[in-house]
C-alpha cells in the first residue's frame, strides 16, 4: 500500500477443507452447496441440479416460478427505448459489415427474451435467425411475436434451451457469423453470459464470427448505504443488518439514498471472444475522497457493444433513461470508518458466473 502497488492472484485459493463442496457428505444439507463466506469453487451444472436428490425438488420449483414470473418482468426490458436504441445502432453496424463482404447474415441470439432483437436484425435484412430462450413462456411470446410481425419459419426459429445446450443443425441450422448474447443483468455474469459464450465459440459460431457484446469492463465504488432517521426516530441500528452474501439487484435505489466514498475503480475486463476458464481474485486500491462509514460496494459495468458503441449500467445512465438494468450493491457483514484520502484494498473475486467484493482491513 506504501508504494501504492496493487496485488493481483490470477486463481482463487483452495479453501479449507472443511469448506470445499467435493469434501461435503452427499447428505450435506443444502445450504453447505454454497458457503455463504466464499465463492462455491465447484459449481452443480443444470443437469445436475435437476437430478441431484437433495437439490432437484429446490431447483425444480424455483424453475417454475421463474418461467412464470419472467414474462411480467419482461415488460420493463421491453419498454426500455433507451436500451434498444443503442442495439439498435450496433446491429446496423454488424448487419452492414457482414453484408458489406457479400455474406448472408446469420444470427444466433442467446436469450431472445420476446424477440425484439431478433426482429431488429431481419428487418435490417439478415437472412435467418436462431432465437434461444431457456424460459418456456417467453419462448412462447417470442414464437407469437415473430409470425404475428410477419416473419416465417423460413427466417427463424425459436428454440427453448439454455444456450450451453444447443447443438449445431438439431437447434442451429448453420454455423452463424453473428452472435447476439442478451443474457445481462444487474449483476452482469449471473445469468450465464460467459458460459453462454464459451459454449457458442467451441460449437455454434464461425471463427470470423461477430459478437456482441464484444467486451464488457466493471467498475465499482464505495459506498455508504445507511437509513438513519425515519419519522423522527433513529433507526440506525438495523443497518447492521443489510448484509447479504450475494448482492441486491432488480430494484432502482432511491435518489439520494447513498454517498459515494471514492472514485469509481475498474476492477474486471472480460474479452468475449476469450471467455475467462476459471476463477480469478484481485485486489483493487480505493482511495476515499470524503469520510463516511463505508458498509457497501457498488458495481455496475460497460459494454462494448461493437466498435465504438458503448452501452453502462452505471449511475448515470439510470438518470439518462436506462430502465432494466442498474448498478447492484454487494453490502458487507459490517461498517468501516473511512477518512479522506484512506487507501484501503478491495477484493475482487469472480467464478465465471457470479462477482464479490469484500474490503480487506
Not at 446469420?106 to 424460459?135: K, P, Q
Request: negative net charge; contains cysteine.
Amino acid at each position: 500500500l506504501i508504494e501504492g502497488k496493487s496485488k493481483e492472484i490470477r486463481a482463487l485459493p483452495a479453501p479449507p477443507k472443511k469448506e470445499r463442496i467435493g469434501y461435503l457428505p452427499y447428505n450435506a444439507p443444502l445450504h453447505r452447496i454454497h458457503p455463504k463466506d466464499m465463492l462455491p469453487v465447484r459449481l452443480l451444472t443444470p443437469f445436475q441440479a435437476e437430478n441431484d436428490y437433495h437439490v432437484k425438488d429446490t431447483y425444480n420449483y424455483m424453475t417454475v416460478q421463474t418461467d412464470i414470473r419472467r414474462p411480467k418482468r419482461h415488460f420493463q426490458y421491453i419498454e426500455d427505448n433507451y436500451y434498444h436504441d443503442i442495439w439498435e445502432k450496433a446491429l446496423q453496424i454488424a448487419v452492414n459489415r457482414i453484408q458489406d463482404e457479400a455474406k448472408d447474415v446469420r444470427v444466433l441470439n442467446m436469450g431472445s427474451g420476446a424477440g425484439l432483437l431478433a426482429m431488429e436484425v431481419l428487418r435490417m435484412g439478415a437472412h435467418h435467425v436462431t432465437c434461444s430462450e431457456r424460459w418456456l413462456y417467453l419462448a412462447m411470446a417470442c414464437k407469437e411475436l415473430l409470425l404475428s410481425n410477419g416473419f416465417s419459419d423460413d427466417q427463424v426459429k425459436v428454440v427453448y434451451k439454455r444456450p450451453s445446450d444447443l447443438a449445431i443443425m438439431r437447434d442451429v441450422p448453420i454455423y452463424c457469423n453473428l452472435c447476439i448474447t442478451d443474457i445481462l443483468d444487474d449483476g452482469l455474469l449471473t445469468s450465464g453470459i460467459i458460459p453462454a459464450f464459451k459454449h457458442a465459440l467451441s460449437n455454434l459460431l464461425l471463427s470470423d464470427a461477430i459478437l456482441m457484446p464484444a467486451s464488457a469492463t466493471v467498475y465499482m465504488q464505495a459506498v455508504e448505504m445507511r437509513t438513519k432517521d425515519v419519522c423522527g426516530f433513529d433507526v440506525s441500528a438495523i443497518n447492521l443488518h443489510r448484509w447479504h452474501p450475494a448482492y441486491t439487484s432488480g430494484r432502482p435505489f432511491a435518489r439520494d439514498s447513498y454517498v459515494p466514498l471514492s472514485e469509481p475503480a475498474q476492477c474486471w475486463h472480460f474479452d468475449f471472444a476469450m471467455p475467462p476458464e476459471e476463477s480469478e481474485q484481485k485486489t483493487v486500491e480505493l482511495e476515499f475522497v470524503r469520510p463516511g462509514l463505508c458498509n457497501a460496494i457498488l458495481f455496475w459495468y460497460e459494454l462494448r457493444l461493437i466498435d465504438d458503441v458503448y452501452l453502462s449500467t452505471g449511475p448515470e445512465s439510470t438518470k439518462g433513461g436506462l430502465k432494466w438494468l442498474r448498478p447492484a450493491m454487494q453490502y458487507l457483514p459490517g461498517e468501516l470508518r473511512v477518512e479522506e484520502g484512506m487507501i484501503l484494498p478491495v477484493m475482487c473475486a469472480h467464478n465465471t458466473v457470479r462477482m464479490k467484493f469484500d474490503i480487506q482491513k
